[in-house]
């Protein structure tokens, strides 16, 4: 699988610094050492593009991912 300008990184409208944060440091990784350019968003359901299966990495807390994170701890 290969990550491309085609692929976003997605993360909750309200996330945390801590989640906003790990999403611009990946982007500027796939920058800086892939020179791709993703795009980050926010919005209002991840659960929603989560279960899209497009492609998108998903930074969120478990409990805004119900389906996808109900076992983690």
């Not at 996330?15 to 800086?32: K, S």
Request: aromatic share 4%; net charge negative.
């Amino acid at each position: 699988m290969a990550i491309d300008d085609t692929w976003s990184i997605v993360i909750p409208r309200d996330a945390a610094p801590v989640v906003l944060t790990a999403a611009q440091d990946l982007q500027e990784y796939f920058l800086v050492s892939m020179d791709v350019s993703v795009l980050l968003r926010r919005v209002d359901d991840v659960s929603t593009v989560a279960s899209e299966g497009s492609q998108v990495i998903v930074l969120a807390p478990a409990q805004n991912l119900p389906a996808q994170g109900g076992a983690l701890s």
